[in-house]
């Protein structure tokens, strides 16, 4: 698939690489931005403008993934010395395997993890990984790629990182049942976006849907900080009162 010269959108990368990665989509590519694996440029008006180099770099990580199946950490480490013209540093090291120990275990940034190999990674029991399942919580992959023989479901590096925080809420008597309300409010808080942004995918076109997922990105950041600010304000609030409360007891 030939490329055109100079800067591309998200989209257009997108389209370059699916033809050799047809599991690629923009949500995994703004994932390995995050990480600081890329770093496109931006537009004034913040949109990713990705150059030759940048969509050479995704090839060389996406195939690491692909081929090697190596943590994030590992393939940039790798990818470094492949800029630099040498030979790939870590070439000996072995693809990650899963751990029994939560803090050693490592999986790449499309982890395949069956309930008891995420009950190990994460800290908590595979009934604690039902339990997250039945709360709407922990949601396993449904694609074919992403199921074991014998046909039982699998869990990604997203279901991952909810386990751990679940793990963390219990030491402080939170159970998957308490945690529901945080779906339930995902759900209230998608259902409002997906109003926001209907005009924008309702226009069907790559410049259209870099714009939803610019905004779908803002608003998301902006729920996160208003509901850190309230949270914070109702608590130290609530503690000041109680505080005033027991002064003049």
């Known amino acids: 698939?030939?490329?055109?010269?100079?800067?591309?959108?998200?989209?257009?990368?997108?389209?370059?690489?699916?033809?050799?990665?047809?599991d690629i989509s923009i949500s995994k590519i703004r994932f390995l931005e995050s990480q600081g694996l890329i770093t496109p440029a931006r537009t004034p008006s913040g949109y990713r403008k990705f150059d030759r180099h940048d969509i050479e770099?995704?090839?060389f990580i996406l195939r690491e993934q692909r081929d090697r199946f190596l943590p994030l950490?590992?393939?940039?480490?790798?990818?470094?010395?492949?800029?630099?013209?040498?030979?790939?540093?870590?070439?000996?090291?072995?693809?990650?395997r899963l751990s029994g120990n939560s803090d050693q275990a490592s999986f790449p940034a499309e982890a395949k993890m069956s309930r008891n190999e995420l009950a190990d990674a994460s800290g908590i029991s595979p009934t604690q990984i039902?339990?997250?399942?039945?709360?709407?919580?922990?949601?396993?992959s449904r694609t074919e790629n992403?199921?074991?023989?014998?046909?039982?479901?699998?869990?990604?590096?997203?279901?991952?990182?909810?386990?751990?925080?679940?793990?963390?809420?219990?030491?402080?008597?939170?159970?998957?049942?308490h945690?529901?309300?945080?779906?339930?409010?995902?759900?209230?808080?998608?259902?409002?976006?997906d109003q926001v942004v209907a005009p924008l995918q309702?226009?069907?076109s790559v410049e259209s849907a870099e714009q939803a997922e610019q905004a779908n990105a803002e608003l998301v950041r902006l729920?996160?900080?208003?509901?850190?600010?309230?949270?914070?304000?109702?608590?130290?609030?609530?503690?000041?009162?109680?505080?005033?409360?027991?002064?003049?007891?």
């Open 57 to 59: 770099r995704l090839r």
């Open 179 to 193: 945690l529901r309300m945080f779906r339930q409010a995902v759900d209230r808080e998608t259902s409002l976006f």
């Open 73 to 96: 950490k590992v393939i940039k480490r790798r990818l470094e010395a492949w800029e630099q013209g040498g030979a790939a540093a870590g070439a000996g090291e072995a693809p990650a």
């Open 1 to 22: 698939m030939s490329e055109p010269s100079n800067y591309h959108t998200i989209g257009e990368v997108l389209n370059v690489l699916l033809e050799e990665f047809p």
């Open 130 to 140: 039902a339990e997250l399942e039945r709360y709407g919580l922990l949601e396993h």
């Open 146 to 177: 992403m199921m074991e023989a014998d046909g039982n479901n699998v869990f990604d590096e997203y279901a991952l990182a909810v386990a751990k925080l679940a793990a963390a809420f219990t030491q402080f008597g939170v159970e998957a049942r």
């Open 202 to 204: 309702a226009q069907h």
């Open 223 to 249: 729920s996160k900080e208003l509901h850190g600010i309230l949270l914070e304000r109702y608590l130290t609030k609530r503690t000041r009162i109680r505080s005033d409360t027991q002064q003049r007891a």
